[in-house]
């Protein structure tokens, strides 16, 4: 939806680079032909804050480095994460790679 005059904007999944990442009500760039009001291009923002949804537990005592698990997040996307990042938790991903950057503390 266009914020200014509240027109609405179809646009296909096709048209982001990662529609799993985006939920409801997120604001992205959109770019509009002016002769046809198509849409030429879309940009999502550099990232997003999703809740974990699920995860298994964290072993105690795998801490080799960079040691990763997989975790839902509440928009059905697999994200790699920490093994301290448990369900419930609020992450920060790149949406360019689809990538975990932070916990994120409220």
């Not at 975790?71 to 448990?86: C, D, K, M, R, S």
């Amino acid at each position: 939806m266009n914020e200014a005059d509240y027109t609405q904007i179809r646009l296909l999944e096709a048209a982001l680079d990662r529609p799993d990442l985006m939920k409801e009500g997120e604001i992205v760039t959109v770019i509009i032909n002016s002769e046809d009001n198509m849409p030429l291009s879309v940009e999502m923002p550099a990232s997003v804050i999703l809740e974990v949804t699920h995860t298994e537990p964290g072993v105690k005592g795998n801490t080799a480095t960079n040691a990763t698990k997989p975790a839902t997040v509440e928009t059905g996307a697999t994200v790699n994460v920490p093994l301290f990042i448990n369900e419930g938790d609020k992450i920060k991903i790149e949406t360019d790679k689809g990538t975990y950057k932070e916990r994120v503390k409220e």
